[in-house]
């Protein structure tokens, strides 16, 4: 082994990436480093596991407006343990959206966006935005009825704006209609430019992770006053001394992973059907907020608040000039956080209500209950 | 001449669609939402008809007929347009009365032909047992013979009807990576022979439908339990191979964390800083 290694070494250099793993082993991080700051490895652990089972799906699907479905029929139904596969994939979707959300929240929790990790909040909303990209594209591939009426109702969200709308709106599905022109399109974006996307995004998040470190708990003046060097080596731990807590949090969500395909795995419905609207269509869970919220404004008026409320998020950085990144010490940023949640959380469970019945209770499709008699 | 056709014109509406009948009959439409009829787009006018109105005066449908079409006494005439079968099956049972229009043992008994048992605005699909006990229970006592073979044809229908559903659930959305039991032959004729019981149930001719119902019925149970069978063996044998994974994975974080921390240090070695 030894040999081999002086070997590969003579040829490759590879003591040079051996020294900087162990520089980035022994890279202090702030002592107050919990599970909560294991999220990022999870997602990038998540996201190499959806490249892997996304290359296999890949591997048997054929977009094409009734090859599609007939495909994905056969990775679910034939193909030995396709079904696995796919379900694995498309839990993984969720898990990640999940996992990053609650990523980003730790991160507004711990003021680990301020003053000087700006561009690394810019960088992680990147990538958030490109994994709903993706849970956008990848929910059209299978071809079936919601998976269609699910896109034709989200695109059409950008129809009838004045202006670029209806132009938007044709570029993204490649015509007037959701057809195979959409198809292509969804399936060229989700497997070819998204993961580019997000390799360049992850890559340059990483390196301003490793440059600038995890933030402490201490405020942005006393950050600079004292300097992060000198902070982390007063009270910092290495990496290394954390790492156990990163392969828990990595091999928990690959459990639940697969846990989730196993009991609960994704069936395939009915093929689509351009001319048969089934009931009840919506896009994904972590769409149903925006779509909701349309349905109470005007399209502009829905569409304008929508971009402002993701303008304050991204920007927060640099609209958020209190220094403090201690909780306690930023109630209203809390308070008004709090309150945008709550709203979210509102509009997200009135999108699941609506155009459904609960028992005696049939909801409309703006949530509002109506009582049914029992027929 | 022309200015009064004109205000007539003005003041008169055709009563063409639905959304201007809602306007005024709210508790019908909202029976109406949701009942078969909504689903297969028959609006009021389908039954009802189109009639003149003239919104500002007291009776506002300015003519009986053709607005009338859709009344108590003539529903049967009325919904044989679309349930021809079931009028049929209904004319040979005993309840059928041949003078409609007079209808006289429907007054007297105070039924009201199909109406008795189906509400017009609300069809849902009726639920025989609900109904039976509902309606049918006015006139034909609990111990009386009718209702001795309502309650037997009942035992078998809701099974008949619960099993067909089970199995067309089973092919409609089948558990992925589960081979299929060959079931759709069963499925089709059984789907088949339950339209009929539905319609022949209108001749309340019990024991003739039980002798076409039963044969079909044994075949739906035998191919639900089929896949039944295999759904289940495939979850058991899912189920085992997840703890097994579940376990392997346990046992690696353990020794990975052990590991991490012999080597790397964690919480229990905090002084495991750079050399």
Known sequence: MKRLWAWLEARLGLSMFREFGNQQLHKPVPAHANYAFTLGTAALVLFTTQ???????????????????????????????????????????????????????????????????????LFGCGLLFTMLAFGFTGYLLPMDQVSYWGTVVATESFMGLPGLGDSVGHVIRGGAEVTDSTLSRFFIVHVL?????????????LYLVRRLGISPRESVTEEQARGYENMMKESGVPFAAHLYREVTTVLVVLALQVTLAMLWPFALGEPATPDQTPKGVKPEWYFLPVYQLLKYFPKLVGILLVNAALGLFVLLPFLDRNPERRPGKRTFLMGAAGVALLVTLALGALGYVADRRFGNWEFDIQGRPHKVEAK | MIAVLLLLGLVQERVSSDARC?????????????????RNQAGCTACH????????????????APFRAGTKNTSPALCATCHGKEVEAFKESAHWEEDVEAGAKWKAKKLQGCLSCHDPHATSEARRRALFAERCSHCHKETTVQRKRMTAYMDQADPFERDLATLKGFLHEPLPGVPYADVEGARDSGEEKYREMRVRQHSVKFKEIEK????????VSAAAAKQRG??????????????????????????????????????????????
């Not at chain 1, 996307?197 to 998040?205: E, K």
């Not at chain 2, 008809?49 to 009986?64: F, I, Q, S, T, Y």
């Open chain 1, 193 to 205: 430019l998204l993961p580019g996307a997000v390799v360049g995004l992850v890559a340059a998040h």
């Open chain 2, 49 to 64: 008809g189109a009639d003149d109105v003239n919104p500002a005066a007291e009776r506002k449908h300015l003519k009986k």
């Open chain 2, 212 to 219: 076409v119902v039963g044969p079909s019925h044994a075949a």
């Open chain 2, 230 to 275: 295999l759904n289940d063996a495939a979850s058991v044998k899912r189920r085992k191979y997840l703890v097994i994974f579940l376990a392997l994975l346990a046992i690696n974080l353990l020794l990975l964390r052990a590991w991490c921390r012999k080597k790397f240090g964690g919480e229990e070695a905090p002084s495991a800083k750079p050399a």
């Open chain 2, 22 to 38: 809602i306007e005024c009959h709210k508790k019908e439409a909202e029976e109406w939402k949701g009942s078969v009829h909504a």
């Open chain 1, 51 to 121: 490249v892997a089972s996304g290359i296999l799906l890949a591997m048997n699907y054929s977009s094409g407006l009734e090859k599609a479905h007939l495909s994905v029929h056969r990775i679910t139904y034939e193909l030995p343990s396709g079904w696995l596969l796919r379900s694995f994939h498309a839990w993984g979707s969720h898990l990640m959206v999940i996992i990053l959300l609650l990523h980003m929240a730790r991160v507004f929790w711990y003021g680990g966006y301020k003053k000087p990790r700006e561009l690394t909040w």
